[in-house]
């Protein structure tokens, strides 16, 4: 840009330079100046136009920055103007105004924060008070004691806090009066509880007082045979009993003699405990019809009157039978109650069979169970009790069959009532409880080819098969109610997947995935119980059983979406994966178990065929992902007709999965008019 400051010096610009500055120039001269002229007005033309180039960005900013500064101080015109126009009115009266009204502002907020304040301290006050009472009707007393004190402090109560009240809100008046009421509350419930507390010691010393009475005093005169009883009342005119007189005397002499003899014989330990000794007892009874007669002879009693003595030493069978029967029930239902149904730790299906308990081996199959050590030892007393039958004469067998029926039906009245929690639960104890009735209901059914030939002939008819087939019954209901226990909490926790909607969003399908998590743990749970319990084929049937009631929900809830989005249907697909996943180990040792049972008893069928939902859903998560030609030859082979799929099922699924088109309406028509 020199050249545009610099002065242009003419004479460099013709031909010769030595001119002097005062001669004239020539033509030629000039011709030759102006040419040069124009030849360097075009080179600073050109040198000017590229520099203006080069700083484009630098003058387009100086432009801009001018333009800035004139919309500025135009503003500032503007500001300045009105300004003026301010200053030319009285402002300061307003100012002064304005800053008056907002002090009087702070005043009245200030004021009104004071008053929030205290209406939040009365309602915390009213609050703790009602907490007081709802102590009291729950009677938690001590709990109401304590805050009562604590508000004591915040109330100001005191004695005398009637002139306390003046110039403070009557809000307050109020809460004190209420506190009062409280604290008469608990006075009153304080003063129940010492009158109970002292009727309570009253009772329980004149209950220790009459306890002794009768059992020192009562019970030994009631026992003996040489006392006789009365009561004597007093009363008053109204008929009110005020007094009562027990009196016990001795009996004379004849009064003893009209005694009857079983009472006198009662207190004599002359019943044999052992069926065996019955027949020793004949020379006791052949002495006492001897002594009797002697004594009818001297005329010590009289010769009218029947042979006390000797009836009752004939009936000596009858009261042995019945002490017997009593001493079997007393047992039975004494181990029933206090046996624990635990397992021991080491259990195992295969462990040999345990003392108390454990596994046995039922008797019309080749199958062992576990029982529990209750049915166990009810088994052997029963056994013992036949035992006797056999030994013994019609009558004591008739009452010993009675006292083994009626310790079998002792179970069936002791253990649902008992162990009621654990049947509603899903537990080792009623798989156990169910194992000893299917184990019982066998024995009971073979009991009649174990004794029957031994049996007195009048109790060769005696049989028990009624109460086998009772516990028969009494064992599968017990494990229906487990298996529908299951199938209760495994529809709560698929519930949980709401369906299988709108998977493709990370929080349905988390709580999708959730459930079939908490699916396959019930499952696992339900394995460990059962698997060691059950006799396998049982196990086996009533897994199938849970297994297919999970399988056809799930299916039973994707079959009924009625859109399904793209990434919809590989969450969906990934999830029934899952659940097969965690379902493959238990299915392989459901397979398992008929290979290791004995082909006549082994359950028909295949897995498939047990859970028929269990193929349904597998080809459903393959179908996910097929093309819709390719699931119309599905249902054209019959192959989803073969897993359980309907006409309506599949064309309800194609029209969740696909949208409305020319080949959709073409497969839908050949799915309805093809049949399978």
Same mark, same amino acid.
């Given at each position: @840009?020199?050249?545009?400051?610099?002065?242009?010096?003419?004479?460099?610009?013709?031909?010769? $330079?030595? *001119?002097?500055?005062?001669? !004239?120039?020539?033509?030629?001269?000039?011709?030759?100046?102006?040419?040069?002229?124009?030849? #360097?007005?075009?080179?600073?033309?050109?040198?000017?136009?590229?520099?203006?180039?080069?700083?484009? $960005?630098?003058?387009?900013?100086?432009?801009?920055?001018?333009?800035? /500064?004139?919309?500025?101080?135009?503003?500032?015109?503007?500001?300045?103007?009105?300004?003026?126009? &301010?200053?030319?009115?009285?402002?300061?009266?307003?100012?002064?105004?304005?800053?008056?009204?907002?002090?009087?502002?702070?005043?009245?907020?200030?004021?009104?924060?004071?008053?929030?304040?205290?209406?939040?301290?009365?309602?915390?006050?009213?609050?703790?008070?009602?907490?007081?009472?709802?102590?009291?009707?729950?009677?938690?007393?001590?709990?109401?004691?304590?805050?009562?004190?604590? +508000?004591?402090?915040?109330?100001?109560?005191?004695?005398?806090?009637?002139?306390?009240?003046?110039?403070?809100?009557?809000?307050?008046? &109020?809460?004190?009066?209420?506190?009062?009421?409280?604290?008469?509350?608990?006075?009153?419930?304080?003063?129940?509880?010492?009158?109970?507390?002292?009727?309570?010691?009253?009772?329980?010393? *004149?209950?220790?007082?009459?306890?002794?009475?009768?059992?020192?005093?009562?019970?030994? /005169?009631?026992?003996?045979?040489?006392?006789?009883?009365?009561?004597?009342?007093?009363?008053?005119?109204?008929?009110?009993?005020?007094?009562?007189?027990?009196?016990?005397?001795?009996?004379?002499?004849?009064?003893?003699?009209? @005694?009857? /003899?079983?009472?006198?014989?009662?207190?004599?330990?002359?019943?044999?405990?052992?069926?065996?000794?019955?027949?020793?007892?004949?020379?006791? #009874?052949? =002495?006492?019809?001897?002594?009797?007669?002697? +004594?009818?002879?001297?005329?010590?009693?009289?010769?009218?009157?029947?042979?006390?003595?000797?009836?009752?030493?004939?009936?000596?069978?009858?009261?042995?039978?019945?002490?017997?029967?009593?001493?079997? =029930?007393?047992?039975?239902?004494?181990? =029933?109650?206090?046996?624990?149904?635990?397992?021991?730790?080491?259990?195992? #299906?295969?462990?040999?069979?345990?003392?108390?308990?454990?596994?046995?081996?039922?008797?019309?199959?080749?199958?062992?169970?576990?029982?529990?050590?209750?049915?166990?030892?009810? +088994?052997?007393?029963?056994?013992?009790?036949?035992?006797?039958? %056999?030994?013994?004469?019609?009558?004591?067998?008739?009452?010993?069959?009675?006292?083994?029926?009626?310790?079998?039906?002792?179970?069936?009245?002791?253990? !649902?009532?008992?162990?009621?929690?654990?049947?509603?639960?899903?537990?080792?104890?009623?798989?156990?409880? $169910?194992?000893? %009735?299917?184990? +019982?209901?066998?024995?009971?059914?073979?009991?009649?080819?174990?004794?029957?030939?031994?049996? !007195?002939?009048?109790?060769?008819?005696?049989?028990?098969?009624?109460?086998?087939?009772?516990?028969?019954? @009494?064992?599968?209901?017990?494990?229906?109610?487990?298996?529908?226990?299951?199938?209760?909490?495994?529809?709560?926790?698929?519930?949980?997947?709401?369906?299988?909607?709108?998977?493709?969003?990370?929080?349905?399908?988390?709580?999708?995935?959730?459930?079939?998590?908490?699916?396959?743990?019930?499952?696992?749970?339900?394995?460990?119980?059962?698997?060691?319990?059950?006799?396998?084929?049982?196990?086996?049937?009533? @897994? %199938?059983?849970?297994?297919?009631?999970?399988?056809?929900?799930?299916?039973?809830?994707?079959?009924?979406?009625?859109?399904?989005?793209?990434?919809?249907? &590989?969450?969906?697909? #990934?999830?029934?994966?899952?659940?097969?996943?965690?379902?493959?180990?238990?299915?392989?040792? *459901?397979?398992?178990?008929?290979?290791?049972?004995?082909?006549?008893?082994?359950?028909?069928?295949?897995?498939?065929?047990?859970? !028929?939902?269990?193929?349904?859903?597998?080809?459903?998560?393959?179908?996910?992902?097929?093309? &819709?030609?390719?699931?119309?030859?599905?249902?054209?082979?019959?192959?989803?007709?073969? %897993?359980?799929?309907? /006409?309506?099922?599949?064309?309800?699924?194609?029209?969740?999965?696909?949208?409305?088109?020319?080949?959709?309406?073409?497969?839908?028509?050949?799915?309805?008019?093809?049949?399978?």
């Amino acid at each position: @840009m020199d050249v545009l400051f610099n002065s242009i010096n003419v004479r460099d610009l013709l031909s010769s $330079h030595d *001119l002097d500055d005062s001669s !004239p120039l020539s033509t030629p001269d000039l011709r030759l100046l102006i040419d040069r002229l124009n030849i #360097r007005s075009l080179d600073i033309k050109s040198k000017l136009h590229t520099y203006i180039l080069s700083h484009h $960005h630098d003058f387009s900013d100086l432009f801009i920055n001018s333009s800035n /500064a004139v919309v500025l101080s135009d503003q500032l015109f503007t500001h300045v103007s009105d300004l003026n126009k &301010l200053v030319s009115k009285p402002i300061d009266v307003e100012i002064k105004q304005t800053v008056d009204q907002i002090r009087l502002k702070h005043v009245e907020l200030k004021e009104k924060k004071d008053a929030l304040g205290l209406v939040v301290v009365v309602l915390e006050l009213s609050k703790e008070l009602g907490l007081v009472e709802n102590d009291l009707v729950v009677w938690k007393v001590v709990e109401a004691a304590e805050r009562l004190m604590e +508000l004591k402090l915040a109330l100001r109560v005191t004695e005398e806090c009637e002139n306390e009240g003046e110039g403070e809100p009557v809000v307050f008046g &109020l809460l004190r009066k209420k506190w009062t009421d409280s604290f008469e509350e608990i006075q009153k419930v304080l003063v129940k509880f010492i009158e109970k507390a002292v009727v309570g010691i009253l009772d329980y010393g *004149l209950a220790k007082v009459a306890d002794l009475m009768t059992r020192h005093v009562i019970t030994p /005169a009631v026992g003996s045979i040489s006392h006789s009883f009365s009561v004597e009342e007093q009363r008053l005119d109204s008929g009110d009993i005020t007094e009562a007189v027990l009196r016990i005397t001795p009996l004379s002499g004849t009064q003893v003699e009209n @005694m009857d /003899a079983e009472n006198i014989y009662s207190g004599i330990s002359i019943v044999p405990d052992d069926a065996s000794k019955l027949s020793d007892f004949q020379t006791i #009874r052949q =002495l006492t019809s001897e002594f009797e007669t002697s +004594l009818k002879e001297v005329m010590f009693i009289s010769s009218e009157k029947d042979e006390r003595l000797t009836n009752f030493t004939d009936n000596v069978e009858v009261h042995f039978a019945t002490r017997k029967k009593v001493g079997i =029930l007393a047992t039975a239902r004494d181990l =029933l109650l206090h046996s624990d149904f635990k397992l021991p730790k080491e259990y195992s #299906r295969k462990s040999e069979d345990m003392k108390n308990g454990g596994n046995v081996d039922l008797l019309f199959s080749s199958e062992r169970c576990a029982i529990s050590e209750a049915a166990s030892q009810l +088994l052997e007393l029963v056994h013992q009790t036949l035992k006797d039958v %056999c030994l013994s004469s019609p009558t004591v067998a008739l009452e010993f069959c009675h006292a083994a029926r009626d310790a079998l039906l002792l179970y069936e009245a002791v253990i !649902p009532v008992k162990l009621e929690r654990q049947l509603d639960g899903i537990n080792q104890v009623a798989v156990l409880i $169910h194992n000893d %009735c299917l184990f +019982l209901s066998q024995e009971i059914l073979g009991l009649k080819f174990q004794y029957q030939s031994d049996f !007195p002939t009048s109790m060769k008819g005696a049989v028990f098969i009624d109460l086998g087939i009772r516990y028969k019954l @009494m064992a599968e209901e017990i494990l229906q109610r487990q298996i529908k226990l299951v199938k209760h909490n495994l529809m709560e926790a698929i519930d949980g997947a709401d369906g299988f909607q709108n998977t493709h969003q990370p929080k349905r399908y988390e709580s999708a995935k959730f459930s079939i998590d908490q699916v396959a743990f019930i499952i696992e749970k339900v394995h460990i119980i059962w698997e060691p319990l059950l006799i396998p084929l049982t196990y086996k049937r009533s @897994m %199938c059983n849970v297994l297919e009631a999970v399988c056809s929900r799930m299916t039973k809830d994707i079959l009924q979406l009625d859109d399904i989005a793209a990434d919809e249907t &590989l969450q969906i697909q #990934r999830l029934i994966h899952m659940l097969l996943e965690n379902l493959s180990s238990l299915l392989a040792s *459901l397979v398992g178990i008929n290979q290791t049972t004995k082909p006549q008893e082994a359950l028909s069928g295949s897995i498939d065929d047990l859970i !028929p939902s269990l193929p349904k859903l597998r080809v459903l998560a393959d179908m996910l992902d097929m093309p &819709l030609k390719s699931i119309t030859a599905s249902w054209e082979s019959g192959e989803l007709a073969n %897993c359980g799929f309907t /006409a309506s099922e599949v064309k309800d699924f194609i029209r969740a999965i696909f949208t409305d088109s020319p080949l959709r309406k073409e497969c839908l028509w050949r799915i309805e008019n093809i049949k399978v």
